[in-house]
């Protein structure tokens, strides 16, 4: 076990722990903000790796770090699947505004840390960017089954006296 304490990050130590880790890493440049962050992927889900709190005198050196994962919603994205999502999770925020669901994590290294808990915090956002995939497929399914009920009881209402099939009533919206 090493001795070393890591009290600050630059965006080349965070690449190396990266790819120590396995990922790719290419470093990018924020047009509108003139800032230098790093973009990696796991699980098919881009994330950029954003530098936080700099030091004073030293723009290139931070102690905390946010790992941001954007998806694009099509269609509506029930606020109570996000709210879920953030109650049963422990260490990542979901935050959605239309038309965007993010998921981001924070790594802070004040105070100083060993470099397995970064590694450690790596690991546990690769986690939970496949958990995200996972909870999102199944609570997308759960959601679809009571239109296809819906669908379903529409399709085999019995027909009326004139041939037409019998109105059901309204379709119950998905909340």
């Not at 950029?48 to 102690?63: A, K, S, Y």
């Not at 840390?113 to 496949?130: A, C, F, M, N």
């Amino acid at each position: 076990m090493s001795d070393t304490i890591i009290d600050r990050l630059s965006l080349d130590r965070l690449r190396e722990q990266f790819q120590h880790a396995g990922y790719r890493v290419e470093a990018l440049t924020d047009p509108a903000a003139n800032l230098s962050y790093l973009r990696s992927a796991t699980n098919g889900i881009a994330f950029d790796i954003r530098p936080g709190n700099m030091l004073p005198g030293d723009e290139q050196v931070f102690v905390d770090v946010a790992l941001i994962a954007v998806l694009h919603v099509q269609g509506e994205m029930p606020l109570d699947l996000v709210n879920r999502w953030n109650a049963t999770r422990r260490f990542a925020r979901l935050q959605f505004s239309p038309p965007f669901l993010a998921l981001s994590l924070d790594i802070s290294v004040a105070g100083g840390v060993s470099p397995t808990h970064v590694r450690g915090q790596i690991e546990i956002w690769d986690q939970l960017v496949q958990q995200l995939v996972s909870f999102l497929r199944e609570e997308i399914a759960a959601l679809a089954k009571p239109k296809q009920a819906d669908d379903a009881q529409t399709a085999t209402t019995p027909a009326s006296a004139n041939g037409h099939i019998a109105d059901a009533g309204p379709a119950h919206p998905v909340q």
